[in-house]
């Protein structure tokens, strides 16, 4: 299994458009959310809809503030996510139990920085 003790991230596409330089940028994405043993929890593309959200610790988690800065428009991530950068102990509904490691793979569709 991978390593999980802090968080790794990985781009699997290089994106050429607009990079995401800090916390507070409100991004456009598709992603998908694994399991450790590759359940799948999550999708956007399931949903038909990317997912739209400002990268603040207070509206996601802490993984994906920090994982998606100098990431570009077009590009596609995968993040590592180890259980304190993720969901922690309290887990999330019924279907991340606590304590989980996550991966995440994250295609980055836009991107508004704050000046």
Do not use: C
Request: no cysteine; aromatic share 8%; proline share 3%.
């Amino acid at each position: 299994m991978a390593d999980f003790e802090q968080l790794v991230i990985e781009d699997l596409v290089e994106g050429t458009g607009t990079e995401v330089k800090k916390g507070g940028a409100l991004v456009t994405a598709h992603y998908r959310g694994f399991l450790e043993d590759g359940t799948e929890f999550d999708s956007s593309y399931d949903k038909g809809q990317p997912f739209q959200t400002v990268l603040s610790r207070k509206k996601i988690i802490a993984a994906w503030v920090e994982g998606l800065k100098g990431m570009k428009v077009g590009g596609t991530r995968k993040l590592r996510v180890p259980a304190e950068m993720g969901y922690g102990e309290r887990g999330f509904g019924e279907t991340i139990p606590p304590n989980a490691n996550l991966i995440f793979e994250i295609e980055l569709l836009e991107v508004l920085n704050r000046e």
